[in-house]
């Protein structure tokens, strides 16, 4: 990566009243993109599987599998706008898109999602599980039922669902990449229900990595700390929108592209040697994991 971009050290306090949020309603927005970052060619041939590819942190992933080469397939909720503006810019970088609606907790739905991903391309390479959602309560007595099995029917039983069509068509060399959060290192007060997917997330990779070991292929996680997507103004009250990042080590917000190079890394060769880790990208903070 170079030194072209300047990372805003706060963002505005703005607000999104329905999730998942939408990155066209953002301002400013999120960086998805270096300019300057040029592929190698790391992910030539592959085909990748990218829940919540449409923004934030999938978005920037894309992107940069793109740039390095792979196929991508997106699948997301409802969000066609952001959907459609995404597969432009990785059709711009001359890489092929398809993007595939609806909802990941329904198991039916990612074994059809899975077909058509065959249909279209025949292989599947690398899975990001990445999708997720959070909905903040002060207190556990506010969490219902409805909240939590939604919360962890998108988090985490997605994750079982996709892993478990999407294996079959794994090779040797494959790689199944995670995204699990802070939160389930930290804690956090008002995402209990969250921050308990994104612990089961960790322990998942963990169990998996051993599980596939044999086939030689690799899963892994990355934990970002705060990170500025659609997800942020959707879930939080603008007041806390405003303070976001700020107490960090490095003092501010992440943005998007700031963790596509690292999962380029678990999805290529480079990582070789790396199975049922964790990545902490987080401004800094460290994490005994
Ligand atoms: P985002 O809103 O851009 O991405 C989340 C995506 O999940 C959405 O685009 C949406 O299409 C998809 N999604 C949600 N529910 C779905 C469902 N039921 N079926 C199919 N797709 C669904 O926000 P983001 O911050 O880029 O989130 C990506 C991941 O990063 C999430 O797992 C989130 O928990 C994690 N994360 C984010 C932060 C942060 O500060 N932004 C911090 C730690 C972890
Ligand atoms: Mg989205």
Not at 17 to 31: F, W, Y
Not at 38 to 62: H, Q
Not at 107 to 133: H, P, R
Request: include cysteine.
């Amino acid at each position: 990566m170079t030194n072209t971009i300047t990372y805003p050290k706060t963002v505005p306090a703005e607000k999104q009243d329905k999730q998942p949020g939408l990155e066209k309603l953002m301002n400013p927005k999120p960086i998805y993109e270096d300019a300057e970052y040029k592929g190698t060619g790391k992910l030539k041939n592959k085909v990748a599987v990218i829940t919540g590819g449409d923004s934030g942190i999938g978005k920037a992933v894309a992107i940069a599998y793109a740039k390095e080469g792979a196929r991508i397939a997106i699948i997301y909720l409802d969000e066609h706008e952001d959907a459609n503006e995404t597969k432009k810019i990785i059709e711009t970088n001359g890489a092929e898109c398809l993007l595939i609606h609806g909802d990941i907790g329904d198991e039916e739905f990612c074994k059809e999602s899975v077909k058509k991903i065959i249909n279209q391309y025949n292989a599947i390479d690398i899975l990001v599980n990445n999708a997720g959602e959070q909905h903040p309560q002060n207190s556990v007595e506010d969490i219902t039922k409805e909240q939590l099995e939604r919360t962890f029917k998108t988090n985490i039983f997605a994750m079982f669902y996709l892993t478990k069509y999407v294996l079959p068509y794994l090779k040797d060399g494959s790689s199944i990449i995670n995204t699990s959060s802070v939160t389930a290192y930290k804690g956090n007060k008002t995402l209990i229900d969250y921050s308990s997917t994104k612990g089961a997330i960790v322990s998942f990779t963990r169990s998996m990595a051993l599980s596939v070991a044999s086939r030689n292929i690799r899963v892994n996680a990355v934990a970002p700390g705060p990170i500025w997507t659609p997800l942020i103004p959707s879930s939080f009250s603008a007041e806390d929108v405003g303070k976001f990042g700020l107490n960090t080590t490095l003092g501010r917000p992440g943005q998007p592209v700031e963790l596509a190079p690292c999962y380029v890394f678990l999805a290529e060769d480079g990582s070789s040697y790396i199975s049922g880790e964790t990545i902490h990208i987080n401004g800094g903070e460290i994490i005994n994991s």
